[in-house]
Nanobody, 119 residues
């Protein structure tokens, strides 16, 4: 099993910045991709950004140029630097990790951290 613990959410004004962190523990040696998803009230959970163990990243179009995902494999931690935040990005942000075991993808989720963008 893998446990994921997020931190760094909070309240910020439009245009402000926040940095989210997520640290993995447990059976972490074969974690492949780590990423961040978000879910706003009444909406489906959506991918924000993800990064492979080798450092390949991809982002949802709406955050490109403003958000940066990074990963410290030695600390088993993934970060999401969010700049120029918008009110519509208010959501619960979830950390995600996956492991491939016997050809099957296993997913793990953190408990979520609230990000609120408001004046």
């Amino acid at each position: 099993q893998v446990q994921l613990v997020e931190s760094g959410g909070g309240l910020v004004q439009p245009g402000g910045s926040l940095r989210l962190s997520c640290t993995a523990s447990g059976r972490i040696f074969d974690i492949n991709t780590m990423g961040w998803y978000r879910q706003a009230p009444g909406k489906q959970r959506e991918l924000v950004a993800r990064i492979t163990k080798g450092g390949t990243t991809n982002y949802v179009d709406s955050v490109k140029g403003r958000f940066t995902i990074s990963r410290d494999n030695a600390k088993n931690t993934v970060y999401l630097q969010m700049n120029s935040l918008k009110p519509e990005e208010t959501a619960v942000y979830y950390c995600n990790a996956d492991r491939w075991i016997g050809g099957r993808r296993n997913e793990y989720w953190g408990q979520g951290t609230q990000v609120t963008v408001t004046v």
